[in-house]
């Protein structure tokens, strides 16, 4: 739909090209195709790749440092157990990644991140500024299976741990 408004001579040049933009971000990453890999920095420096990590499942978790959303999601994830029961015994994998600059922030708040999670930064930028991901706004959660397939893309919080709970 979006492709064809984008396409549409009776939409004004500024609306086809925000509905191209939109298609470009919904046709990113989509729902049972393999995510895309890249590359990100752990808090000692270690670069590492997004298909390195080996889980059944794997939550990909944008996030920022002082986020409240975040927050909450850290919070139900640390605390309900059968999903830090998954966590625990390596069947889930969580990758919080930060996408933006300010990389001493990100450290300060490095304690409050869980220390069995993959807990990274994009050290290229290129999450974000080659749109690797349509991330729409912080947080963004992404669920993917042990292929690397996208199970969920961009999911409200409420559907994933539904989710992960039922498995």
Do not use: H
């Amino acid at each position: 739909y979006l492709e064809r408004l984008s396409r549409c001579d009776l939409v004004d040049d500024g609306m086809r090209q925000a509905y191209a933009f939109d298609a470009k971000m919904c046709a990113l990453n989509r729902t049972g195709t393999k995510a895309t890999d890249f590359r990100f920095s752990d808090r000692m420096g270690k670069v590492r790749r997004l298909y390195d990590i080996k889980a059944d499942n794997i939550i990909l978790f944008f996030s920022n440092p002082g986020c409240n959303a975040c927050m909450n999601i850290i919070n139900v994830l640390r605390e309900e157990p059968a999903i830090s029961g998954m966590i625990a015994d390596g069947t889930l994998a969580v990758l919080n990644i930060y996408i933006d600059e300010d990389l001493q922030g990100w450290r300060d708040y490095m304690p409050i991140y869980p220390e069995e999670w993959y807990n990274g930064f994009d050290p290229d930028l290129v999450v974000r500024n080659n749109e690797l991901y349509n991330i729409r706004a912080i947080p963004s959660l992404y669920l993917l299976d042990k292929e690397k397939n996208v199970l969920m893309k961009d999911v409200p919080e409420n559907i994933l741990f539904n989710y992960l709970m039922a498995l």
